[in-house]
């Protein structure tokens, strides 16, 4: 009964920057410098989306969805981790941590999800242009979206639940900046070879399989571009898809190298992560969410032209309230 007592544990402690103070606050202005970029950047994308009736098409619905997506999945863990830069105590209630693997949990899988569906898209666009708006119709968009966050809502919950069934023991530090769910269940004391079981079915289905698709898709975009007799053509053909596949390659390259990087004996035989891991988790946690909607702002022309229309729009209302 004893033991038994000393298994539940009540807070996490996260280990992140602790004992490197100037670090914590260079790190603190960087993240958060990027998390107001990563708001005003996917929240215009959002807005122009919604206000500007020439992006009401399946592929800005999509980036919309996108846009929103990377706004929570930074929010799960940004301000959290801002706050115990600059706090003493770098604490997470267990209930608090549970919730954040949730969150993070989820909005991960949706992503890999919904660039599987945009690939999808684009395919159905460039291969069957004609019949692009049969079969990319309202309730089919509408309904790739919803199983997207579907998918990962139900993954999330599944992984998590798991999870924290799991028995801890006294060791409660987390060497990371938020609760990762890798990073959580590695402080079990029973076995996780379910959890690593389960954990990977999911891989394969949320991950692995979205990716298998993009690659499919983009091998037959590249063999219908290629069929294209005029320069122009396919140069067209291809920008309507670059920014996408730009997202693609940054989003599955950081994940690829993250969780299939070779380790070192040492590394494996640790519970901790180091300082390159925490980094890279870094760069795929802010980098990437901040990137997407530089990423399509800058390589597609309705974007900037509806940006450009919100904004004269906004300072003509701006002169005739000044004049009135």
Partial sequence: ????????????????????????????????????????????LIILSILDSRLHTPMYFF??????????????????????FLSERKTISFSGCAVQMFLGLAMGTTECVLLGMMAFDRYVAICNPLRYLIIMNRNSYVT????????????????????????????????H?????????????????????IMLVATTLFTLMPLLLIVIS?????????????????????????AHLTVVIIFYGTILFMYMKPKSKDTLNSD???????????????????????????????????????????ECSLVTSIYQ
């Fill in 1 to 44: 009964m004893e033991w038994e007592n000393q298994t539940i544990l009540v807070e996490f402690f996260l280990k992140g920057l602790s004992g490197h103070p100037r670090l914590e606050v260079i790190f603190f202005v960087l993240i958060l410098l990027l998390y107001v970029v990563i708001l005003l950047g996917n929240g215009t």
């Fill in 63 to 84: 980036l919309g969805n996108l846009s929103f997506l990377d706004i929570c999945y930074t929010s799960t863990s940004i301000p959290s981790t801002l706050v115990s």
């Fill in 144 to 175: 790739m979206a919803a199983s997207s966050w579907l998918s990962g809502v139900v993954n999330s919950a599944v992984q998590t639940a798991f999870v924290v069934r799991l028995p801890f023991c006294r060791n409660n530090v987390i060497n």
């Fill in 177 to 197: 900046f938020s609760c990762e769910i890798l990073a959580v269940m590695k402080l079990a004391c029973a076995d996780i070879s379910g959890n690593e079981f």
């Fill in 218 to 242: 983009y091998s037959l975009i590249v063999s219908s571009i290629l069929k294209i007799r005029s320069s122009e053509g396919r140069s067209k053909a291809f920008s309507t898809c670059s």
């Fill in 272 to 314: 901790g992560l180091d300082a390159t891991d925490k980094l890279i988790s870094m760069f795929y946690g802010v980098m990437t969410p901040m990137m997407n909607p530089l990423i399509y702002s800058l390589r597609n022309k309705d974007v900037k032209e509806a940006l450009k229309n919100l904004l004269i729009k906004n």
